[in-house]
């Protein structure tokens, strides 16, 4: 199977560079009957687009969305779903100096290496273009969760530059917020006063022409226990991978997650209680997932992500047909933090993994006509 393609029921396949005509994918596995509005795909689009802030990109795309298969008055047709974004406002100018200079904390020397050959144009398929893809097909697999098992993806800022928002009580988060402003920010943070302050050190480090990174928290309600299969294919460890293969992201941690490490069993472990006739944990140290199987609580994980590596400050390189050093300075469209516009890609993987498994486990049904 290509590295292209992700997933074994619920598969897709992403396609695309930066600074080509256009990127897509094609969702195969969906479910036939199930309801997708393009305006549902447009909204997901939305959040990830750029431009769409003066913390993001300068690079203006409008990522209108056509669907080209698959989808037939407003319904899936249980057979591939092809979506294609066109690439309207490319300018690669500022990257054909750098093509044999390799960018600091790119892609560009290790892709060169691999393959002996690449698309300098913006970092090619390396680059987080490449993820418009992934919010275009988590936004049918969110449709899919919310429809079948009444799921929900929570996903939001939960770090930036040092700066914390406050915890959330996962209880008490209102799935109804989600559209009455719970992203109204543009750092898409929960915590209004933090978000005024990771605004304000985003626009001061863009300033000094340097970046910053940070935290994205995901949690997922209403998740059914006995998603995940044992061994290789955990739940935990399918998501890991899934968010690990996001540009950017460095470290993924499910429940207390490292903090584990300096604590004993007896303070970790999660008991067990009846809530009803349901079997419900006191406590959720584990983020919803056991032995790689959820057990019914919320999946909590948080994602980190590392300082945008394109940034105008004067660093050092070398020059690849020269084999001599040479200085670095990247000019072009860049975000100062990448954290914000990550919430909506995170949010994708992590719902394209649980459709995934609710069709391997059966608790998505093959068709829902």
Same mark, same amino acid.
């Given at each position: 199977?290509?590295?292209?393609?992700?997933?074994?029921?619920?598969?897709?396949?992403?396609?695309?560079?930066?600074?080509?005509?256009?990127?897509?994918?094609?969702?195969?596995?969906?479910?036939?009957?199930?309801?997708?509005?393009?305006?549902?795909?447009?909204?997901?689009?939305?959040?990830?687009?750029?431009?769409? !802030?003066?913390?993001?990109?300068?690079?203006?795309?409008?990522?209108?969305?056509?669907?080209?298969?698959?989808?037939?008055?407003?319904?899936?047709?249980?057979?591939?779903? !092809?979506?294609?974004?066109?690439?309207?406002?490319?300018?690669?100018?500022?990257?054909?100096?750098?093509?044999?200079?390799?960018?600091?904390?790119?892609?560009?020397?290790?892709?060169?290496?691999?393959?002996?050959?690449?698309?300098?144009?913006?970092?090619?398929?390396?680059?987080?273009?490449?993820?418009?893809?992934?919010?275009?097909?988590?936004?049918?697999?969110?449709?899919?969760?919310?429809?079948?098992?009444?799921?929900?993806?929570?996903?939001? !800022?939960?770090?930036?530059?040092?700066?914390?928002?406050?915890?959330?009580?996962?209880?008490?988060?209102?799935?109804?917020?989600?559209?009455?402003?719970?992203?109204?920010?543009?750092?898409?943070?929960?915590?209004?006063?933090?978000?005024?302050?990771?605004?304000?050190?985003?626009?001061?480090?863009?300033?000094?022409?340097?970046?910053?990174?940070?935290?994205?928290?995901?949690?997922?309600?209403?998740?059914?226990?006995?998603?995940?299969?044992?061994?290789?294919?955990?739940?935990?460890?399918?998501?890991?991978?899934?968010?690990?293969?996001?540009?950017?992201?460095?470290?993924?941690?499910?429940?207390?997650?490292?903090?584990?490490?300096?604590?004993?069993?007896?303070?970790?472990?999660?008991?067990?209680?009846?809530?009803?006739?349901?079997?419900?944990?006191?406590?959720?140290?584990?983020?919803?997932?056991?032995?790689?199987?959820?057990?019914?609580?919320?999946?909590?994980?948080?994602?980190?992500?590392?300082?945008?590596?394109?940034?105008?400050?004067?660093?050092?390189?070398?020059?690849?047909?020269?084999?001599?050093?040479?200085?670095?300075?990247?000019?072009?469209?860049?975000?100062?933090?990448?954290?914000?516009?990550?919430?909506?890609?995170?949010?994708?993987?992590?719902?394209?993994?649980?459709?995934?498994?609710?069709?391997?486990?059966?608790?998505?049904?093959?068709?829902?006509?």
């Amino acid at each position: 199977m290509s590295s292209n393609t992700f997933g074994k029921e619920f598969c897709v396949i992403t396609w695309g560079e930066s600074h080509g005509p256009a990127v897509g994918c094609v969702v195969d596995g969906c479910p036939a009957g199930l309801e997708i509005a393009l305006k549902d795909i447009q909204k997901d689009l939305d959040r990830r687009r750029p431009g769409a !802030s003066d913390v993001s990109t300068p690079r203006k795309e409008k990522d209108a969305v056509k669907i080209l298969s698959g989808i037939f008055e407003n319904k899936t047709l249980g057979t591939p779903i !092809s979506l294609l974004i066109e690439n309207k406002n490319v300018d690669s100018s500022a990257y054909k100096p750098l093509k044999d200079k390799p960018r600091p904390g790119h892609a560009d020397y290790t892709w060169q290496a691999k393959f002996g050959f690449r698309d300098w144009r913006g970092g090619g398929r390396a680059s987080a273009r490449e993820t418009v893809g992934r919010v275009a097909a988590g936004s049918i697999a969110k449709s899919l969760l919310s429809e079948t098992l009444e799921t929900r993806v929570l996903t939001y !800022s939960k770090e930036i530059g040092g700066i914390k928002a406050k915890d959330v009580d996962v209880d008490e988060l209102d799935i109804c917020k989600v559209k009455d402003g719970l992203y109204s920010n543009p750092v898409r943070a929960l915590d209004k006063k933090a978000a005024n302050e990771m605004e304000k050190k985003i626009k001061s480090v863009k300033s000094e022409g340097d970046s910053l990174g940070g935290i994205v928290e995901c949690v997922v309600l209403n998740v059914p226990a006995g998603l995940g299969e044992p061994v290789f294919d955990k739940l935990s460890a399918n998501l890991a991978k899934a968010v690990m293969s996001i540009p950017a992201v460095k470290g993924v941690e499910f429940g207390l997650g490292f903090e584990t490490a300096r604590m004993r069993g007896s303070e970790v472990n999660d008991e067990f209680v009846m809530s009803g006739k349901k079997v419900k944990t006191r406590t959720n140290n584990a983020g919803g997932i056991n032995g790689g199987i959820s057990n019914g609580m919320p999946i909590v994980l948080r994602v980190a992500i590392k300082p945008t590596s394109s940034i105008s400050k004067k660093q050092e390189t070398v020059d690849l047909k020269t084999g001599k050093k040479a200085d670095l300075k990247i000019e072009g469209r860049h975000d100062p933090c990448v954290v914000p516009r990550a919430v909506p890609i995170i949010e994708a993987m992590v719902s394209l993994v649980l459709a995934d498994h609710g069709l391997r486990s059966g608790l998505i049904p093959r068709s829902l006509i």
